[in-house]
C-alpha cells in the first residue's frame, strides 16, 4: 500500500489552457495517507473522476506530479502502477470460474500456481465467495460480481491502491448495505489505501475518513464527516452534503446580531469578516420547531418513518426543520436556530465567529 | 379507476407476476416498491398493455382493457434512461404528443408552456437534449407525459440515472407535478426512502406478488408480513426469532421481551420479532426498553447521523442514532429495544395483533 | 415474448403468406412432384416412385460433387473467420478512419455476383488479368482454365475477398459493443494481448461469430454465380458443386427427374445444417 502524494495537479482537456476554466481539473495540491479510506464526492461534472483517472493512469494530467510512495509514477501505464479499481458496472471474465476470475491477475503476472491458490483462497474467503469457486462467473448476481472485481484487486499482495468509481449504483438499496460494511471491515482489516468516487453522500460519509467534495473541477472542502456537516466551508458543501441540505438565508451582520428580512438573529459570536454578501447557514436538523421562537406557516410534512422534514415559510423563503419521529408539530408552530448549528458565510466562503 | 383483478404473467417455466389484484384511483400516486426483478417492471408493462396476462383481466373505468394494445389506452412512460428525440428541440420534444394527436398550434403552444413552467424547463425549450444535464432530461421526458394528458402515466425508476441531489430535487417536486395533473401515476423503485418522500399509496412486491398495497406511511408503519416488512426497510430490518412463553418473549442468554398486551393471547411458539434500526438506542429510551449485549461490527457516520452495525448472536443489526457515536469494532456494548415499536410475525411470517406504534 | 393480439395484423402478414407461397411452397411442390416422375418431353409422365433418388444417393458424380462443396465451405470457413476477426480487431474504433474503413469493408458486399467472377474471370487470366499476367511472371505456372487447383485457388480467393467483410463488419460491430471498463480493468489485471483477445474480445463476440459462420456456411454451400462465371466447373468437374451439377442436369441434359430429386436431397441438407445451427444458437441464448 502506499501514500499517494498529488502535487500541483492539474488537467485540460484542451491542447493549449490558457484560462482557468480550461481546466477541466483545477489545482489539486493534496496527499492521501497509505491506509486511509477517502472518497471524492461531487455532481456529475465536477472533476472527480477526471482526477481518479489521473491516479490509475488511464489519464496523464496536463500539469503536476503524481508520486506513490515518493516515487514519481506520472508518467507510468496503468500497468505499472500497480493499482485496483472497480468499475461502475462490474467487469468480470464471463467464461471463467469465480476462481479463474481472482487467479487472472497473479497468472498473468508469472506467480507459481502455488501461491495462486494460496492466494486466491485467502482472497475467497475475505470476500465471502469461497462456496462460488467452482461456479462460472457469468450467472451471479450484481453484488456478487463486484465482489469478484474487488477480488482480483485484493488478491494481489503488491497493490499500491484500490480505487472505486461508483461501485454500489447497479446494486439494490439492501445489498449496498452489506457490501459497504463489508468493504468498512475489509478496510479495517488489512489497510488498503483506498479511494472511492461518488455522487452519493451517503456511499461517501460512510466509507471514507477523509471526503473530498468537489465542485466544477475544483475541490471545496476536504474533511472528515462531521467537519463537512457540522462546519461547511462553502455554502455548496452546506446544500450537498445533508438530506435535505442546509438551509442558506441571505442576511445583513451587524456584530453579532445577523438581520433576516424583519428578523433579528443573534449569533453565536461576531463574523470576522463581512461585507460582500453575507449569507447565514443553518442545517434541518438544528431547526428546532416548537412553541418559542419565531412564528411560521408550513407548507408540508415528509414523513420518511425515522423522522419528519417540515418544509415552512419563513419571511417569504423555504426553510426546511427536521422533527423527530415521536415528536409533535404544534398548531401555532414556531421556530429556532439552535446557536451551535450557525455557521455565517462571506461571498459563500465560510468566516469565523469571535465569541 | 385501473383495476387489475388476479392477474398472473408466466413466460416459459417463470412466473413474473403471480396473481394480482389492484385498484389504482384517478388522481392518485402509486409506487410500486421491491428489489431489482420483483416484477415492478413485468407489471407496468401488463398495466400498460405491452403485455397480454396470462390470467386474469384489467379493467379501467368498467370497461375490459384487457386485449387493448398499448396505442390505444392513452398511456404515458418514463423509463430509467433518458428517451427524448435527439434532434428536436425540448419544445417539439414536448409537443410531440400533442402533434401526434393533432392538436391546434395555439394549444400546444399553451401546454407546452405551461408543462415547461411545471418542470422548469422554460430556459432551455429552445435547446436540444443533448445539451442539456441528466436532470434536465428526465424533466424533458416528464413533461412529454404530462402534456399527452394521459389517463395513466407509468414511471419506471425515472430517477435512478441522476446525481443523488438532483433526485432529492426532483422527488421533492414530483408530488406537486403529480397532485396537479391528476390522472393515475404509478412509480417503481427499488428505494424504500423514495417510496416514503413521495407518499400516496405503496404497492410492496417480492417474487412477483404483490404482499401489501395501502397509504404509503401505513404500508411502512404496519406491514402485513415479514416480506413487506423487510422490503420497505432501509436500513434493513432487525430481526430476532424469539419464543413466547406466557407474556414474556425468551431467548437463550437470558434475554427477555414482554409480549405486548393485545397479543399475550396468542400460542405459546416461536416468533420473529422485527424492529427499526431507529428503534434501538444506546440510552434506554423508557422504563419498559430492554438491554441487550452486541457485538459492534463497524460504525459507519454521515455526520448527522451513525449507522452502527452490531452482531447478536446469528443475526446482524444496525442501529442508527443521531449525532456521531464511534464504537470501536469488536467492542461489546448494551443497546436497547423499545418494546413500543418491535412488530410481531409468526413462523408463517404474518403479522400478529395490531402493530404497536408510539404517537 | 407474447404480444397483445390483435386481429388486424393478419392482413399485414397476408401479402407476405400469398408471395411464399408463389414463391416457394408451389415450386416446391413442383419440384417434388418431378421428383417421382419420368418424362420424355411433350408433357407426358410417368411414375418413378423413388427411383431418382436411388440413383442419385448411388452416383458417384453427386457424392464427389457434395465433398467438394463441403472441402470448399470448410476452406472457406477456415480462411474467412481467423481473417475476418484479424481484420476487425484491427480497425479503428474512433476518429475519421471508422467510417473509410467501414465504406471499403462494405464494398465488395455491394457488388453483384455475377460480376465479382466477371471480374475474376478477366483478373485472373494469365494473358490479359492483372492477377494471373503477374503471378506467371514471378514464375507460377497459374493457369486456371486448365489446372484443377488453380482453378480451386481462384474460386476460393475470390469468395474470400468478397465475403470476409462480412465476417469483419459482424465482429467489428461485436468489438465496439464492449465498454471501456473490460480494457481497463484487463490492462489492470496485467493480462496480455493474448489474454485480452481470448477472455474479453472472444467471448463478446461469440454470438456474432456464430451468425457469421451460419451465414457464410450456408451461402458458400450454395456457391454457383461466381464459379459459374469464372471456370464454367471445370476444368473436367473439378469445380462442379451441387448446385452447378443441377443445372448441368436439368437444364444442359434436360433430366427433369434427376434433377429435381436432387434439389430435393441438396435442399433437405441445407434446411439440416439450418436447424442444427439455429439449434445450437438459440441453446447458446438461453444459456446466457
Known amino acids: 500500500m502506499a501514500r499517494i502524494d498529488l502535487d500541483h495537479i492539474r488537467h485540460s482537456y484542451l491542447p493549449n489552457p490558457q484560462k482557468e476554466t480550461d481546466f477541466a481539473l483545477k489545482e489539486v495540491h493534496h496527499t492521501f495517507q497509505d491506509g486511509g479510506a477517502y472518497a471524492l464526492l461531487g455532481p456529475s461534472g465536477c472533476g472527480k473522476t477526471t482526477l481518479l483517472n489521473i491516479i490509475s493512469g488511464l489519464l496523464h494530467p496536463s500539469h503536476g506530479k503524481l508520486l506513490f510512495n515518493g516515487h514519481d509514477v506520472t508518467k507510468l501505464s496503468t500497468q505499472e502502477r500497480n493499482i485496483a479499481q472497480v468499475f461502475q458496472f462490474p467487469v468480470i471474465y464471463d467464461t471463467m470460474t469465480v476462481y479463474d476470475n481472482l487467479a487472472f491477475p497473479l497468472r498473468n503476472r508469472g506467480v507459481p500456481e502455488g501461491d495462486v491458490d494460496r492466494k486466491v483462497r485467502e482472497t475467497l474467503d475475505m470476500i465471502g465467495l469461497a462456496d462460488w469457486a467452482k461456479r462460472k462467473a457469468r450467472g451471479l448476481t450484481a453484488d456478487q460480481k463486484q465482489k469478484i472485481s474487488l477480488g482480483r484487486g485484493l488478491v494481489r499482495s503488491d497493490v499500491n491502491a484500490i480505487l472505486f468509481d461508483e461501485p454500489l449504483t447497479v446494486i439494490d438499496p439492501h445489498m449496498k448495505w452489506v457490501l459497504r460494511s463489508q468493504l468498512k471491515q475489509l478496510h479495517r482489516r488489512f489497510g488498503y489505501t483506498m479511494v472511492y468516487v461518488t455522487h452519493d453522500q451517503t456511499e461517501a460519509l460512510t466509507f471514507a475518513d477523509q471526503v473530498v467534495v468537489m465542485y466544477d473541477g475544483g475541490i471545496v472542502q476536504i474533511g472528515t464527516p462531521a467537519e463537512l456537516f457540522e462546519r461547511p466551508k462553502h455554502t455548496f458543501v452546506g446544500y450537498f452534503i445533508g438530506s435535505p441540505g442546509m438551509n442558506v438565508l441571505p442576511v445583513e451582520v451587524e456584530g453579532k446580531t445577523a438581520k433576516f428580512g424583519s428578523l433579528a438573529i443573534v449569533l453565536p459570536g461576531a463574523p470576522e469578516k463581512t461585507g460582500g454578501s453575507m449569507e447565514l447557514g443553518i442545517r434541518p436538523e438544528y431547526v428546532r420547531l416548537g412553541r418559542v421562537g419565531i412564528g411560521v406557516s408550513i407548507s408540508k410534512v415528509e414523513d420518511v418513518g425515522r423522522h419528519k422534514v417540515v418544509r415552512a415559510k419563513l419571511e417569504g423563503r423555504e426553510i426546511a426543520a427536521i422533527v423527530g419521529e415521536d415528536e409533535e408539530i404544534p398548531a401555532e408552530p414556531k421556530l429556532r436556530f439552535e446557536p451551535a448549528g450557525i455557521n455565517v458565510y462571506a461571498d459563500s466562503w465560510r468566516v469565523e465567529m469571535r465569541a | 379507476m385501473l383495476e387489475l383483478r388476479n392477474v398472473s404473467k408466466v413466460v416459459g417455466a417463470a412466473t413474473h407476476i403471480d396473481d394480482v389484484s389492484l385498484t389504482l384511483q384517478h388522481g392518485s400516486l402509486n409506487v410500486l416498491l421491491g428489489p431489482t426483478l420483483s416484477g415492478k417492471t413485468s407489471l407496468m408493462r401488463l398495466m400498460a398493455g405491452l403485455d397480454r396476462p396470462t390470467s386474469g383481466s384489467i379493467w379501467f373505468d368498467g370497461k375490459d382493457v384487457t386485449g387493448v394494445p398499448v396505442q390505444k389506452r392513452n398511456v404515458a412512460m418514463v423509463y430509467q434512461q433518458f428517451i427524448n428525440y435527439p434532434a428536436m428541440t425540448v419544445y417539439e420534444n414536448i409537443a410531440s404528443p400533442l402533434r401526434v394527436a393533432g392538436a391546434d398550434k395555439t394549444k400546444i403552444d399553451r401546454e407546452v408552456r405551461q408543462a415547461a413552467d411545471l418542470l422548469k424547463l422554460t430556459p432551455y425549450l429552445e435547446r436540444t437534449p443533448l445539451h442539456l444535464s441528466g436532470g434536465q432530461q428526465q424533466r424533458t421526458a416528464l413533461a412529454r407525459a404530462i402534456v399527452k394528458n394521459a389517463s395513466l402515466v407509468l414511471l419506471d425508476e425515472p430517477l435512478a440515472n441522476l446525481d443523488y441531489k438532483l433526485r432529492e430535487e426532483l422527488r421533492a417536486e414530483l408530488p406537486r407535478i403529480f397532485a396537479e395533473a391528476g390522472t393515475i401515476f404509478v412509480y417503481a423503485t427499488t428505494e424504500p426512502h423514495e417510496a416514503l418522500l413521495l407518499g400516496g399509496n405503496t404497492a410492496t412486491l417480492s417474487e412477483g406478488k404483490v404482499t401489501q398495497f395501502g397509504r404509503t406511511i401505513e404500508v411502512f408503519r404496519k406491514p402485513n408480513d415479514l416480506i413487506t416488512a423487510r422490503t420497505f426497510a432501509d436500513p434493513p430490518l432487525n430481526t430476532i426469532v424469539l419464543r413466547k412463553s406466557g407474556a414474556k418473549f425468551l431467548l437463550d442468554g437470558g434475554v427477555s421481551l414482554p409480549v405486548p398486551a393485545d397479543i399475550t393471547g396468542v400460542a405459546d411458539a416461536s416468533y420473529t420479532v422485527g424492529f427499526q434500526p431507529h428503534h434501538l438506542s444506546l440510552e434506554r429510551p423508557n422504563d419498559q426498553a430492554v438491554p441487550v449485549r452486541a457485538k459492534v461490527s463497524i460504525t459507519e457516520i454521515t455526520g448527522s447521523e451513525s449507522f452502527v452495525h452490531l452482531d447478536f448472536a446469528d443475526a446482524r443489526w444496525v442501529m442508527l442514532s443521531h449525532g456521531i457515536l464511534d464504537l470501536t469494532a469488536d467492542e461489546e456494548v448494551e443497546v436497547f429495544i423499545d418494546p413500543r415499536h418491535i412488530m410481531v410475525f409468526d413462523a408463517s411470517g404474518r403479522a400478529v395483533g395490531a402493530p404497536r406504534l408510539a404517537a | ?288
Open chain 3, 1 to 288: 415474448m407474447e404480444k397483445t393480439w390483435n386481429n388486424k395484423a393478419w392482413f399485414l402478414v397476408l401479402p407476405v403468406l400469398v408471395l411464399v407461397a408463389f414463391s416457394a411452397v408451389i415450386p416446391l411442390m413442383t419440384v417434388v412432384n418431378y421428383s417421382v416422375q419420368d418424362t420424355f418431353g411433350n408433357n407426358q409422365f410417368f411414375w418413378a416412385g423413388t427411383e431418382w433418388f436411388e440413383e442419385l444417393l448411388g452416383s458417384s458424380r453427386f457424392w464427389q460433387a457434395m465433398g467438394r462443396n463441403l472441402v470448399f465451405s470448410a476452406i472457406i470457413l477456415a480462411i474467412e473467420v481467423p481473417l475476418g476477426i484479424l481484420i476487425a480487431l484491427n480497425m479503428p474504433k474512433k476518429g475519421w478512419g471508422v467510417p473509410v474503413c467501414l465504406v471499403l469493408m462494405a464494398l465488395p458486399l455491394l457488388i453483384p455476383w455475377n460480376v465479382v467472377g466477371t471480374i475474376w474471370q478477366v483478373f485472373g487470366r494469365s494473358d490479359i488479368g492483372l492477377f494471373g499476367y503477374y503471378l506467371n511472371k514471378l514464375g507460377f505456372n497459374y493457369n486456371y482454365v486448365q489446372d484443377p487447383l488453380d482453378a480451386w485457388f481462384t474460386v476460393i480467393i475470390m469468395d474470400v475477398w468478397h465475403w470476409t467483410s462480412l465476417v469483419v463488419l459482424l465482429c467489428y460491430a461485436g468489438l465496439v459493443s464492449i465498454p471501456d471498463a473490460f480494457y481497463q480493468a484487463a490492462k489492470i489485471d496485467g493480462a496480455s494481448r493474448w489474454a485480452v483477445f481470448r477472455y474479453i474480445q472472444l467471448p463478446k463476440m461469440q454470438r456474432v461469430l456464430l451468425i457469421a459462420v451460419l451465414l457464410r456456411f450456408m451461402d458458400s454451400f450454395m456457391i454457383y454465380t461466381e464459379p459459374f462465371v469464372v471456370t464454367g466447373g471445370g476444368p473436367g468437374n473439378s469445380t462442379t458443386f451441387l448446385s452447378i451439377d443441377l443445372v448441368k442436369m436439368a437444364l444442359g441434359q434436360f433430366d427433369l427427374g434427376p434433377a429435381a430429386a436432387m434439389s430435393l436431397v441438396y435442399f433437405l441438407i441445407i434446411l439440416l445444417l439450418s436447424w442444427v445451427f439455429y439449434t445450437v444458437m438459440t441453446n447458446y441464448d438461453a444459456e446466457r
